[in-house]
């Protein structure tokens, strides 16, 4: 995992930048602050003015070490071009990753140790998160909608740092999902998303800065997902 601009400066919403490769419908630029999506999270979108109008980035796909912006029109553009990420939809996701991150320090610190098997953030103000818990009762999954939402109303701050690659496996509970683990950065460091006193485990998507940042949430469903997993739906009120 790369270190990303978005990391760095995470309230970089527009910026100025310049393409340094296209093709019909696709740019790289000399810096982005697009978050490009991964671990089970959106990619961020964005409106990329250029010299003969706009365009819509709709999505990032990486390509080996090169990551193309792709557009909603088969242009091909050159230059300096301005972009604004869309502010609501990168809200919305950080809301709902910092929310996943909540359920899963309670489910981990409740349920065993139980491990994440799958995750999905999306712009549209849902999410939903697959454990591990082939015992676990559904209702005692639901009852930890309250517990998150006291987390959110309790102001937790958010703060994100770097391990080593060496330090993150050796330390019991940095790594949650069962059988991923985030990539490390060039220099061979994890970074590693903290919550107040809750949680801290390692996490390459977008987050809040205070737990209170966010709307309540509510657990819409649980699913039973073959004879191991346990689907969690959650969504933002």
Known sequence: MP???CHEQPDLLE????VVAARPGAVVLSRSALHPGGGGQVSDTATLTHARGAARIT??????????????????????VHVAIDA???ATVAQLHTGTHILNALVYQRFAGALVTGVQINGDGTARMDFDLPDADNDALRSLEEPINEV??????VRAYYVSESEAKSTHGLIRSLSV???PTPEGTIRIVEIGDLDRQACGGTHLSNTA??????????????RHNRRIRLELI
């Not at 999505?59 to 300096?80: F, K, M, R, Y």
């Not at 940042?213 to 073959?226: A, D, F, L, Y």
């Open 88 to 90: 609501l939809r990168r």
């Open 181 to 183: 683990a985030p990539p």
């Open 3 to 5: 270190h990303y601009l």
């Open 59 to 80: 999505g990032v796909s990486a390509e080996g070490s090169v990551v193309w912006h792709l557009l909603d029109e088969p242009l091909e553009l050159n230059g300096d």
């Open 213 to 226: 940042q966010s709307r309540p949430m509510r657990i819409v469903k649980i699913e039973n997902k073959g």
């Open 15 to 18: 910026f100025e930048t310049t």
């Open 152 to 157: 959110i109303r309790r102001g937790m701050d």
